[in-house]
């Protein structure tokens, strides 16, 4: 099987050089992840696209690479090929109506030819002979050429032909590593997690920064959708998660700050720990998702004040989108159900906030703040790689993972519903329910007392996370249930 990627536009019109580079980071990101599947799959790059092959017609691989190059920032779109020699028109004929004639049936049709390279021939010369040809020796109902059911679709380059079999959307973008590496402010919420996803897609090797106001909950969850997006978008690259214990932070704005002037002089707070993080991991830019006059923290006069503490460049990607615009992004990037479900905690409600805040008295109440506590908590911030949260989630375990399942325990598949339905959990014999990760919270308080659960995904990360959660919210007969793997 091969599949060919085609580039994002924006690649095709850059400097010679620069284009080669990129070529060559999007081949390395898309050798990266397939080949922890296979070894087997090879990745060319060219200069106006890069193909990815293996050997066979394995439809668990196929779907598998297709799933890859869907989510691989860089790819505009790509195709399904079948490879042939080009040989005369009659032999690209014979090749195309194999590969179509059924798909043609009772259905009109237009042949689409790209050709490059040196030939005797015009690709209309060669799109007229095909049609022609599959007109008169398939089922098919007729050419349209305005408005085709199906469009047959060959590729020409030198002497190779490439018979099109289906056409897939990419994710645009750059190739993840391409531009310079950031630091993205992650709460949670719909705008830090779109906000990340949005400089990772234009290529920027995404790190994540947590500011813990409170709540371990809320940290667990922070964590969870972090992983996540660097499984999906960016897992080619290693980066890092740092978590900034921010509660006594809060507790001196408390103290010392007038409450309308809290929500701003938070933020700078955040600011200038961002900067220091930062500056230690040789980072030249902060991220975050705030968007205009979405809260009152987020006016421009406050926005200016905000990025005053910092000469650090601070990238706001949602700055003018609006919060609908927002939330349809994380849907489509399936993150909707994890923002949607995240703890949350906020320590800081200013009573009628500023909109309008003013530097002399933001700088009066700050005059009253006692630096010393933001000093105290980045030596006290975790950085751990993004796929060690795993090991760190398990080596801070209290829940107890079980490996068989007893008389009066019951299996939760706390997977989303597409990878339930894609890989149903099969237990003869034992008792499972179906409740996904973000809807624990809501039906926690109806399973039985005299129940013991047992929570499961398939990587035994989420589960080890929610069942904490749980355990500490009072549910005390909620475990993981880790099945054992057997050694091939």
Not at 15 to 34: A, D, E, G, W, Y
Not at 144 to 153: H, K
Not at 209 to 221: C, D, K, P, T, Y
Not at 301 to 308: F, G, R, V
């Amino acid at each position: 099987m091969k599949f060919i990627a085609k580039l994002f536009p924006e690649i095709t019109i850059k400097s010679r050089p620069v284009r080669k580079r990129m070529i060559q980071r999007l081949q390395s990101n898309l050798h990266n992840i397939l080949k922890r599947t296979s070894t087997d799959i090879k990745v060319q790059g060219h200069w106006d696209k890069v193909e990815v092959s293996l050997e066979g017609n394995d439809a668990q691989m196929r779907d598998l690479i297709i799933d890859v190059m869907s989510r691989t920032p860089g790819v505009q779109y790509f195709i399904e090929v079948q490879e042939h020699p080009l040989g005369d028109f009659d032999n690209v004929f014979q090749l195309t109506k194999d590969a179509y004639a059924e798909q043609l049936k009772g259905k009109t049709f237009k042949v689409r030819v790209k050709r490059s390279g040196k030939h005797e021939f015009k690709s209309p010369e060669l799109e007229r002979y095909v049609g022609g040809g599959l007109r008169e020796h398939t089922e098919a109902a007729g050419v349209d050429v305005r408005n085709p059911q199906v469009w047959v679709d060959l590729e020409v380059k030198d002497q190779k032909l490439f018979i099109v079999r289906d056409t897939f959307k990419g994710l645009g973008g750059y190739p993840l590593g391409s531009q310079q590496e950031v630091l993205s402010l992650i709460s949670g919420g719909f705008d830090s997690i779109v906000a990340s996803y949005m400089t990772m897609r234009r290529g920027c090797k995404t790190h994540f920064l947590f500011f813990n106001l409170g709540g371990a909950a809320h940290e667990i969850g922070v964590k969870q959708v972090a992983l996540y997006l660097w499984q999906k978008y960016g897992s080619s690259a290693r980066v890092k998660f740092v978590t900034v214990p921010f509660e006594e932070v809060v507790g001196e704005i408390l103290q010392s700050v007038h409450h309308s002037q809290m929500g701003v002089i938070l933020k700078r707070m955040m600011m200038r720990a961002g900067e220091k993080v930062a500056a230690k991991m040789k980072i030249d830019a902060l991220v975050t998702g705030e968007s205009i006059a979405q809260v009152s923290s987020q006016t421009l006069p406050n926005l200016a004040l905000i990025d005053s503490v910092t000469d650090t460049l601070i990238v706001r990607p949602l700055v003018v989108m609006d919060k609908q615009d927002i939330i349809d992004v994380a849907s489509q990037i399936g993150t909707y159900d994890f923002a949607k479900s995240m703890p949350e905690y906020c320590g800081v409600i200013s009573d009628r906030p500023t909109t309008h805040a003013k530097a002399d008295r933001i700088q009066e109440e700050e005059d009253n703040f006692d630096f010393d506590v933001l000093e105290k908590a980045l030596e006290s911030a975790q950085i751990i790689s993004i796929d060690q949260i795993v090991e760190d989630i398990n080596s801070h375990a209290k829940v107890e993972a079980l490996s068989k399942v007893s008389d009066n325990q019951v299996i939760i598949d706390i997977r989303a519903p597409h990878e339930q339905e894609k890989k149903p959990l099969n237990m003869p014999g034992c008792e499972i329910m179906t409740i996904p990760f973000y809807a624990l919270g809501s039906k926690a308080p109806e399973l039985s007392a005299e129940k013991e659960y047992l929570l499961y995904c398939e990587k035994g990360v989420m589960s080890q996370m929610h069942a904490q959660q749980l355990q500490d919210q009072g549910y005390q007969n909620v475990k993981v249930f880790r099945p054992q793997v057997d050694a091939d």
